[in-house]
């Protein structure tokens, strides 16, 4: 069945439809990853997006049971240039189309995808539609042109209840603004005791849980969307140790006074190199963003830029000058990509470690209580 995508200046591409048969729209974005599609399509962090596969041939290693990075995806489409309608790989269970179908996403292949990616590049990212080729452009075109793209997209993908996830190790308070599974796997591969809160969770009742530290996870959308969260983390700042990441990194900047601004196309891929400023080191990392932490703004807060990325200059780690409170931009958990900043995870631990070193010491010595 032919289907076309139709974005809001009225550019259209037309190929064939595959997953589910509904139309479907949402921001158009793109992602450079070679490898790594059911990751993407799972990743809650494309809330409400359509991604497009600059990779031109997706599908041919198909669907399994291990590598979701969330139960229920959220991504509004996919874009392709070849669908592989026979996957070869042992561990493949069913076909993208398959998966696709079964959780009601629709999507097209058989278009120029990097065309499309140089119009977004060029262009900035904007909304799109699929439709019925029969369907007048200009009718979708205006229809896009009077929809608002959601800023909710938090509270679509956080959990709605706390859960635990029990280990022996560390006490880690994990908020959830619409976290991969890969973040809960590697502080589980470190035996820590997680606790899973919703977004909303307020500084009083996460510290009634005793953390050892606070994780803020990755999510979608603009982090000023959230503000509650915001006041969250002004009020945790000293109190304990804090790591964020992606959505996380950009909501510790905006608790300290700094400011975001939204990216033209984002950074979507698993090949986007940062610096390390201490130690002068060049990560290879995977990143889903389309917000990014205004440097100018850090002139006026207790934060210090870390990393940078080597492609454009943004910020890409971030550090406070008085308190246990680091961030990253991209995601260590590696899922999809590169593995080189995975220790970012051991270095939060050591942090925390520090901290209930410091905290020890600082008690009145027990034989001068005694006496006194």
């Not at 921001?27 to 990751?39: I, S």
């Not at 793209?149 to 706390?162: A, E």
């Not at 890969?182 to 919703?198: D, P």
Request: with cysteine; net charge neutral.
């Amino acid at each position: 069945m032919k289907r076309k995508l139709v974005l809001e200046d009225g550019t259209v591409f037309t190929g064939y439809a595959f997953g589910s048969e509904r139309d479907g729209g949402g921001e158009v974005v793109f992602n450079t990853g070679m490898t790594g599609y059911q990751e993407i399509l799972s990743d809650p962090s494309y809330c409400g997006q359509m991604v497009t596969l600059t990779y031109p041939l997706i599908g041919n290693y198909g669907i399994n049971l291990d590598d979701f990075e969330t139960i229920q995806p959220s991504i509004a489409g996919l874009i392709v240039k070849e669908n592989c309608e026979l996957p070869s790989n042992f561990r493949s269970e069913e076909t993208l189309h398959q998966f696709l179908k079964k959780k009601d996403i629709p999507a097209i292949y058989g278009i120029d995808t990097r065309k499309l990616t140089k119009i977004i590049r060029s262009r900035g990212t904007m909304k799109g539609m699929f439709a019925p080729v029969e369907r007048p452009d200009l009718e979708i075109v205006q229809q896009l042109n009077k929809t608002t793209l959601p800023i909710n997209q938090v509270s679509q993908v956080s959990t709605v209840k706390p859960y635990v996830v029990p280990g022996r190790g560390h006490r880690i308070v994990l908020i959830d603004y619409g976290m991969k599974h890969g973040i809960l796997r590697e502080f589980t591969k470190r035996n820590c005791h997680v606790t899973v809160v919703s977004y909303d969770t307020t500084a009083e009742e996460i510290l009634q849980l005793k953390p050892d530290g606070v994780m803020l996870s990755n999510g979608p959308g603009n982090p000023k969307s959230v503000p509650e969260s915001i006041q969250t983390i002004q009020l945790l700042l000293g109190r304990v140790p804090i790591f964020g990441i992606c959505l996380g990194h950009q909501l510790i900047a905006l608790a300290c006074g700094a400011d975001t601004h939204k990216l033209v196309f984002g950074h979507r891929g698993s090949n986007h190199p940062v610096k390390d400023m201490e130690t002068g080191r060049v990560w290879m990392t995977s990143q889903n963003h389309g917000y990014a932490v205004e440097y100018s703004s850090l002139k006026q807060t207790e934060l210090e830029m870390s990393q940078y990325a080597l492609n454009d200059g943004t910020v890409e780690g971030l550090k406070h000058n008085h308190y246990r409170v680091f961030s990253v931009q991209y995601h260590p958990e590696s899922a999809p990509g590169p593995q080189d900043s995975n220790s970012l995870f051991d270095r939060f631990l050591q942090m925390i470690q520090d901290h209930k070193q410091e905290e020890a010491t600082s008690w009145p010595n027990v034989q001068t209580f005694i006496k006194s």
